[in-house]
């Protein structure tokens, strides 16, 4: 039975006594929970703390070793995807499962397509029916257009296609705000409401509370693969939501600190990248973060890269302890002594073919070198002594670095950069996709960076984020220094910064 443009009340599913345990770890333990009808129910915990395995349980993706899953007043058996997308249950994962080289119709209706009684293709209903999707959700694309040539928003406008065109009661969505502007993410919360408004329940995963005092009508915390407990998001505030999720109340998330700048480490004169930065002139302290804001397309992000040898500047000198750097390449700046933590730890950071120690090593290599060999007991002593110092959680040295969290992922990529001994860490958005839990532990390590005399260049897109953790801000705006603001003197607010990426002007500090 359909529940499109239906309002039906009541429990359209309910987890009964859920678990699940791989080797080592129980994943799930004892999961209790429902979901009503029409309904945006968030799902929100630590990562590791069992939200994706249960939705793959619902997905057919897992089975249980234990437990009941009732669905629409049945007790259901959920086999496979296949099964589960066939009973209205679809999910959306952070990574696409789109065809990009197939149309967006190709895609909507892959291995699904319709045909005629003689058994030929019919893509003209498929395409019509396309259309009628887009008029449900109020969004216009070509039904013929490549996936490759979308949007990321677009390409997620067609996963929910996919989704409504076998009637789906059921929506998962996973973290599905993470590469959105502000306007795609309203435009996708628009489409979400509407959804709801039709009868299709929607379970939204997501680390931005934000969005989920914004978007949800209920909360769950899972906790260690434990529900912590079912709230209406009326009844909730951030500060408690946080301390159901970490188990501990934190008051502020940004840690209290000495506050001990020293002198200057680095000095960058007149940097000029053709067409992107043009007359970029700032210093860097020890002991201080720097934090680099901006609006999209700004140059921050371009700015560090030609810091530290990932892309060429045309012009301008860059000054360490005094000594003038040449353009370098990333290699090239940890020998004078930059450590660069990228934005993208999948592509950029981590490797994810090796453990936990290989990724720790993998800059510092010659440490280990005897005679043109590794000594391998030398590197897993120091790969673990440093995975001891930052805390990371992991069954073993040798675990693979997929099967860590995000969280933990980062923390790997920073002990990496302490066994080369750098003198300035440039890091770009340091807590993308990390929970509040584990964004609190990299916040903390920052400081004690900075506490030991360690320079900080911080570019991030959160302006809590900026304001909370720098000692001194600076907005670029088209490339340029839009203005430079020091936390020290004043306290900068949301709108100052935003004013300043805008272009427009207050009172600086330089």
Do not use: W
Request: net charge neutral; hydrophobic share 40%; aromatic share 6%.
């Amino acid at each position: 039975m359909s529940t499109m443009g239906t309002a039906v009340t009541g429990s359209l599913l309910k987890f009964k006594d859920i678990t699940k345990t791989f080797p080592g770890v129980k994943a799930l333990d004892s999961v209790d929970m429902d979901f009503s009808y029409g309904e945006v129910h968030a799902l929100v915990g630590e990562n590791g703390a069992g939200k994706s395995t249960l939705m793959k349980i619902l997905s057919g993706v897992f089975k249980p070793d234990s437990g009941s899953i009732i669905y629409n007043g049945e007790e259901v058996v959920i086999k496979n995807p296949h099964q589960a997308q066939m009973d209205g249950i679809s999910i959306i994962f952070q990574e696409f499962s789109l065809i990009k080289h197939m149309s967006v119709t190709e895609n909507v209706f892959l291995n699904r397509e319709p045909v005629s009684r003689a058994g030929f293709l019919r893509f003209g209903k498929a395409r019509e029916r396309v259309r009628e999707l887009m008029a449900l959700l109020d969004i216009n694309l070509d039904p013929d257009a490549k996936v490759m040539d979308l949007s990321v928003v677009q390409q997620q406008l067609v996963e929910i296609m996919k989704a409504l065109s076998v009637d789906a009661r059921i929506l998962i969505m996973d973290e599905p705000s993470a590469p959105l502007t502000d306007k795609e993410l309203k435009k996708l919360f628009s489409i979400i409401r509407s959804l709801k408004s039709r009868g299709v329940t929607v379970i939204y995963i997501s680390h931005m509370l934000e969005e989920v005092f914004e978007i949800a009508d209920r909360v769950t915390v899972i906790k260690d693969g434990k529900v912590m407990g079912t709230f209406p998001v009326e009844k909730l505030t951030k500060d408690n939501l946080v301390g159901y999720m970490v188990g501990r109340e934190i008051q502020d998330i940004y840690p209290d600190y000495g506050k001990q700048i020293g002198d200057t480490i680095m000095k960058v004169e007149d940097l000029s990248c053709k067409g992107e930065l043009e007359g970029i002139t700032f210093s860097l302290r020890k002991g201080e973060v720097l934090g680099l804001a901006g609006m999209v397309g700004s140059g921050r992000t371009r700015l560090v890269q030609a810091i530290v040898g990932a892309v060429r500047r045309d012009s301008g000198t860059i000054t360490v302890n005094g000594k003038v750097i040449d353009n370098i390449s990333i290699i090239g700046a940890i020998t004078e002594g930059f450590c660069y933590i990228p934005s993208d730890r999948k592509l950029e950071g981590i490797i994810t073919s090796m453990d936990i120690v290989q990724n720790t090593t993998i800059t510092s290599l010659k440490k280990f070198m005897r005679s043109g060999i590794i000594d391998r007991k030398k590197e897993r002593i120091a790969a673990e002594k440093q995975i001891a110092a930052m805390q990371i959680k992991t069954a073993s040295l040798f675990t693979q670095i997929e099967n860590l969290s995000g969280g933990n992922q980062q923390k790997v990529l920073i002990a990496r950069a302490l066994l080369t001994d750098p003198e300035i860490f440039v890091i770009v958005e340091p807590t993308r996709g990390i929970d509040v839990g584990a964004k609190y532990e990299i916040y903390k390590l920052v400081r004690e960076l900075t506490e030991s005399g360690k320079a900080i260049l911080m570019v991030s897109s959160e302006l809590p984020e900026v304001l909370g953790m720098s000692d001194r801000i600076m907005v670029l705006n088209r490339g340029r220094v839009a203005g430079i603001l020091d936390q020290h003197e004043k306290l900068s607010s949301e709108e100052e910064l935003l004013s300043l990426a805008v272009g427009h002007t207050y009172s600086l500090s330089s």
